[in-house]
T-cell receptor, first 116, second 112 residues
Framework: DTEVTQTPKHLVMGMTNKKSLKCEQH?????MYWYKQKAKKPPELMFV???????INESVPSRFSPECPNSSLLNLHLHALQPEDSALYLC???????????????FGEGSRLTVL | GESVGLHLPTLSVQEGDNSIINCAYS??????FIWYKQESGKGPQFIID?????DKRQGQRVTVLLNKTVKHLSLQIAATQPGDSAVYFC???????????FGQGTELSVKP
């Protein structure tokens, strides 16, 4: 069983809705990530948080807004999405290199988002 | 741009045979490589990793080989089982704040 928990598992929203994806880990990891994955494609990095601070934003549109309230939680706020944003959104965590980590990412099961 | 890619999008093998999944990477500065397995409807699951100062690493039924000269990575699965059916991704760590870049993936199908 994954130690990274994502909710909800499935989400259907309209283009005018505001929703949030949530991610939680209790492994003491200080780096957390959001990836987007389309069908039959590799995960694409969106955001990286290190020590609760945003360290990498891969030029993601502002309709995606990440938030890291504390070291265990990561949110992705969604607003005014487009149908092409429909995808599997994966959260991951890792021991930050400064903690002697290997760089391995631990993934959650993902949140399947459908934008109508 | 820099990327990690795989040679074959699909691979079909007979149960019990050995499987070899290949990956080419372009960033010679990458120092750490990981193979992930992703089953349908699930998140990627760590299989095995290797650092750039090694050329081979073995796990349970899996072996990763790294050839830095030609920037090639491979995953060997011994005695492939139906439960091995999944998409396999190689990934390289640029060691830039933990930025992990994934290759295109190979879908492995195991025939009984």
């Amino acid at each position: 069983d994954t130690e990274v928990t994502q909710t909800p598992k499935h989400l259907v929203m309209g283009m005018t809705n505001k929703k949030s994806l949530k991610c939680e880990q209790h492994m003491g990891h200080r780096a957390m990530y959001w990836y987007k994955q389309k069908a039959k494609k590799p995960p694409e990095l969106m955001f990286v948080y290190s020590y609760e601070k945003l360290s990498i934003n891969e030029s993601v549109p502002s309709r995606f807004s990440p938030e890291c309230p504390n070291s265990s939680l990561l949110n992705l706020h969604l607003h005014a999405l487009q149908p092409e944003d429909s995808a599997l959104y994966l959260c991951a965590s890792s021991p930050y290199p400064g903690q002697g980590g290997t760089g391995e990412l631990f993934f959650g099961e993902g949140s399947r988002l459908t934008v109508l | 741009g820099e990327s990690v890619g795989l040679h074959l999008p699909t691979l079909s093998v007979q149960e019990g045979d050995n499987s070899i999944i290949n990956c080419a990477y372009s960033n010679s500065a990458s120092d750490y490589f990981i193979w992930y397995k992703q089953e349908s409807g699930k998140g990627p699951q760590f299989i095995i990793d290797i650092r750039s100062n090694m050329d081979k690493r073995q796990g349970q039924r899996v072996t990763v080989l790294l050839n830095k000269t030609v920037k090639h990575l491979s995953l060997q699965i011994a005695a492939t089982q139906p439960g091995d059916s999944a998409v396999y991704f190689c990934a390289e760590n640029h060691n830039q704040g933990g930025k992990l870049i994934f290759g295109q993936g190979t879908e492995l199908s195991v025939k009984p």
